[in-house]
């Protein structure tokens, strides 16, 4: 059997002693899922300590807007990745909020 993966708070934290300039705008990536999920979603992302956020864009479709520092876009990729496996996640390839 092989052996579970930490839990988020237990991985080791980044190296605070170099500061990384700052972001001026955040990255994001658009998802669906389904509506009935989406607590479920809120909750699996909260266990990663700040990693990114979201906001629902379209609560009948369940349209999320997922949002991170570029600076942690390979840790968001990552968490995303792990909640995949709880929630299915639909990745949409434009930007719902610019076709408006």
């Known amino acids: 059997m092989s052996a579970a993966a930490p839990l988020p708070s237990l991985r080791r934290r980044r190296d605070r002693s170099v500061p990384l300039p700052s972001a001026r705008e955040s990255d994001a990536l658009y998802l669906r899922l389904p509506a009935e999920r989406t607590a479920?979603?809120?909750f699996l992302l909260e266990a990663y300590?700040?990693?990114?956020?979201?906001?629902?864009?379209d609560r009948k479709e369940a349209l999320i807007k997922?949002?991170?520092s570029p600076h942690m876009r390979v840790q968001?990729?990552?968490?995303?990745a792990d909640i995949a496996r709880s929630v299915p996640l639909e990745r949409l390839p434009y930007q719902p909020e610019e076709t408006a």
């Open 49 to 57: 300590e700040n990693v990114a956020y979201f906001t629902v864009l």
């Open 40 to 42: 479920l979603f809120r």
């Open 66 to 68: 997922y949002i991170f």
């Open 76 to 80: 968001a990729e990552a968490v995303l």
